[in-house]
């Protein structure tokens, strides 16, 4: 097995986040997030208040199950270390179909979006704070 270097381990980090939404495995989730008071997410969906680890994880997994044929792609990540802690920040292309199961209908979706991410390590990295936000 080969060992991976914190810049790698922190993108293969994020990276699970949104191949959750490809995959449908919904309990990466709690794996990759800090399941701590101190995390946080903002994201441009509502509602748009602060979240806790909780709230986070349910909205992610409401959000990805009424995304079929989701697809994202990550560009420009930037990675910042300080210490036990990084700081990463990227640009983001999610699409799909946004599914209205009620209705029967689909909408197709393409999301132009930047992302920044706080992770800490405690011994293994995780996602202690989410920004999401359309351009």
Do not use: C
């Amino acid at each position: 097995m080969a060992i991976l270097s914190d810049n790698e381990e922190i993108i293969r980090i994020i990276e699970t986040l949104f191949q959750a939404g490809v995959t449908k495995e919904m309990s990466l989730l709690k794996d990759i997030h800090l399941n701590d008071p101190k995390f946080s997410s903002f994201s441009d969906l509502p509602p748009y208040d602060l979240k806790d680890y909780q709230t986070t994880i349910e909205l992610e997994e409401l959000r990805f199950v009424s995304i079929s044929d989701y697809t994202y792609e990550i560009k420009n990540p930037k990675i910042s270390m300080f210490d036990n802690t990084a700081v990463v920040a990227l640009e983001l292309i999610q699409k799909g179909m946004l599914i209205d199961n009620k209705a029967y209908t689909g909408e197709h979706m393409i999301i132009n979006g930047r992302a920044t991410f706080v992770l800490v390590k405690q011994p293994t990295w995780k996602i202690a704070h989410i920004h999401l936000s359309k351009i």
